[in-house]
């Protein structure tokens, strides 16, 4: 069965204390890696999409990385405004674009 | 980035009553729109897919018949609660890709409360 795993469920950082989230996957054929920001009451906002193992996108203190069965979002010298909860969502090869999405990770960083 | 809206942002309704929640692709069509649904503190759950100008496919255990999608545009889809109870209440979220793309363009949401 297709499974998406992220961890840890909550992290707590203070300011600069770098740190990762972590997005293990189980599919029979990934199409497409995901991650998501969702603030609380909002829509999920896009951050990045990835394809193939050994591919890393860059945004701000964001970077991916994809490997063959997870996903790191690594985030480097977090500020209070990037606490939000972290969603991992992957497209499974002949799924019509549906997304699987992780249960999140809900990050709080501290001033 | 592509934008998706909602409305309205939030509804409060007595129980049987119906409840219609718009999505709408600002800047760009979109022949599939999803539906999700998301609990406190829970990830999304996908209810269904609305296809343009066809019915929507809809996920094992969502009630086709309670939760009712017309797809009439390339730039609209609505979900309508009907009958809504308390157990419906919710966040309803919706999402639509521009074409050729597989990145997914989630919209605000809409919370539900049934009382």
């Known amino acids: 069965e297709d499974q998406v795993t992220q961890s840890p469920e909550a992290l707590r950082l203070q300011e600069g204390e770098s740190s990762s989230l972590n997005c293990s996957y189980t599919?029979?054929?990934?199409?497409?890696l995901f991650w998501y920001r969702q603030d609380p009451g909002k829509g999920p906002e896009f951050l990045f999409t990835?394809?193939?193992a050994g591919e890393e996108k860059e945004k701000e203190r964001l970077k991916a990385t994809l490997t063959k069965k997870e996903s790191f979002l690594h985030i480097t010298a977090p500020k209070p405004e990037d606490s939000a909860t972290y969603l991992c969502?992957?497209?499974?090869?002949?799924?019509?674009?549906?997304?699987?999405f992780g249960s999140g990770t809900q990050l709080t960083v501290l001033p | 980035g592509a934008v998706v809206s909602q409305h309205p942002s939030r509804v409060i309704c007595k129980s049987g009553t119906s409840v219609k929640i718009e999505c709408r692709s600002l800047?760009?069509?979109?022949?599939?729109m999803f539906w999700y649904r998301q609990f406190p503190k829970k990830s999304l759950m996908l209810m269904a897919t609305?296809?343009?100008?066809?019915?929507?496919?809809?996920e094992q255990g969502v009630e086709k018949d309670k939760f009712l999608i017309n797809h009439a545009s390339l730039t609209l889809s609505t979900l309508t609660v009907t009958s809504a109870h308390p157990e419906d209440s919710s966040f309803y979220i919706c999402?639509?890709?521009?074409?050729?793309?597989?990145?997914?363009?989630f919209g605000p949401g809409t919370r539900l409360t049934v009382l």
């Open positions: 990835l394809y193939s």
């Open positions: 800047d760009f069509q979109a022949t599939t």
């Open positions: 999402s639509a890709a521009p074409g050729g793309t597989d990145t997914q363009y």
């Open positions: 969502a992957v497209r499974i090869s002949g799924s019509a674009r549906q997304l699987t």
């Open positions: 599919v029979s054929g990934l199409r497409g």
């Open positions: 609305s296809n343009e100008g066809s019915k929507a496919t809809y």
